[in-house]
């Protein structure tokens, strides 16, 4: 059973992030707003009533609960979730499942789409109307990805605002184009990655929040070990922060050496004026 308190919640950017990112321990990152689930952790309290699974890599703390989380959605008589993930994984989480559903002795139904850097494909209609994820290369232990989450929407062509009303209904009858589409990045969840990810793609640091994994917060372990696991430690984002010009930087994925509290208070310590009211810590 998961204990409640180990869950966190945050409302940013317009978006909530529900969850638990314990590093080494468990991840899984809820967005209700866009029917999105970033990772499974263990299937924690929640985590059933999500379609579309978007998983950064195939660490048991991030994918540990996934063949749990398949049996009980054919218990509940719900369609099985999108579970998007990458491509190097889908034959061995294949294998697993079916060796799972062999050892329960149920037809279990699942739906992997295995992902190269760059795929990008549409969340479907209702919360996520209009929304699209496209997943980017991230650098860890073995093949992960980071998913960026981008809105369309039309607004009103510059030459046309200001106009009444009636006249852009007549434009639009006359079959005038009065539109153009609208994309924002919205969301960019890193996953485990080291902080090359950051460099590497400017999608990433303009989306209007950021969760980034910061791993390792003090010398107890310092930037050389931490990338030896693939990660990325507090030195290395605070250096490269101001290139971040979103609204929130949400902090994820804390190794168990640190508190909250030490880490909030190391956050308002070290990262630049310019960036630090941006800067959130994510995970009790």
């Keep these: 059973m998961?204990?409640?308190a180990v869950f966190d919640e945050l409302k940013v950017g317009g978006l909530t992030l529900r969850g638990i990112t314990r590093g080494g321990?468990?991840?899984?990152?809820?967005?209700?707003?866009?029917?999105?689930?970033?990772?499974?952790?263990m299937c924690p309290p929640g985590a059933l009533k999500y379609d579309n699974i978007l998983v950064s890599h195939g660490h048991a703390d991030h994918l540990g609960g996934v063949a749990y989380?398949?049996?009980?959605?054919?218990l509940m008589r719900a369609p099985p979730p999108a579970i998007h993930l990458p491509q190097e994984v889908h034959e061995p989480l294949t294998?697993?499942?079916?060796?799972?559903?062999?050892?329960?002795?149920?037809?279990?139904?699942?739906?992997?789409?295995?992902?190269?850097?760059g795929?990008?494909?549409?969340?479907?209609?209702?919360?996520?109307?209009?929304?699209a994820a496209t997943c980017l290369r991230t650098t860890h232990r073995v093949p992960s990805l980071a998913w960026v989450v981008e809105r369309t929407t039309s607004r009103l062509k510059p030459e046309y605002v200001g106009l009444p009303g009636p006249e852009i209904a007549e434009l639009r009858r006359s079959g005038g184009d009065v539109l153009d589409a609208h994309t924002e990045p919205l969301l960019c969840v890193t996953g485990d990655t080291q902080i090359e990810f950051f460099h590497q793609h400017e999608l990433?640091?303009?989306?209007r929040v950021l969760v980034h994994e910061v791993t390792s917060w003090t010398d107890e372990r310092d930037v050389?070990?931490?990338?030896?696991?693939?990660?990325?430690?507090?030195?290395?984002?605070?250096?490269?922060?101001?290139?971040?010009?979103?609204?929130?930087?949400?902090?994820?994925?804390?190794?168990m050496?640190?508190?909250?509290?030490e880490a909030e208070r190391l956050a308002r310590q070290r990262f630049p004026a310019g960036v630090r009211d941006r800067v959130v810590v994510f995970g009790h």
Excluded: Y
């Design 119 to 131: 795929d990008r494909f549409s969340l479907g209609a209702g919360l996520a109307r209009g929304c």
């Design 204 to 207: 990433a640091r303009r989306c």
């Design 224 to 255: 050389e070990q931490t990338r030896r696991w693939g990660h990325t430690h507090l030195d290395e984002l605070v250096a490269a922060s101001e290139q971040f010009t979103g609204e929130a930087l949400v902090l994820v994925h804390r190794s």
């Design 2 to 4: 998961h204990d409640v």
């Design 257 to 261: 050496r640190h508190s909250r509290a």
């Design 95 to 117: 294998r697993i499942l079916r060796a799972w559903a062999e050892i329960e002795g149920f037809d279990l139904k699942w739906q992997l789409h295995g992902h190269a850097p």
């Design 69 to 74: 989380l398949v049996s009980q959605r054919n």
């Design 25 to 41: 321990i468990e991840t899984c990152l809820m967005v209700p707003e866009l029917g999105v689930m970033f990772d499974v952790g």
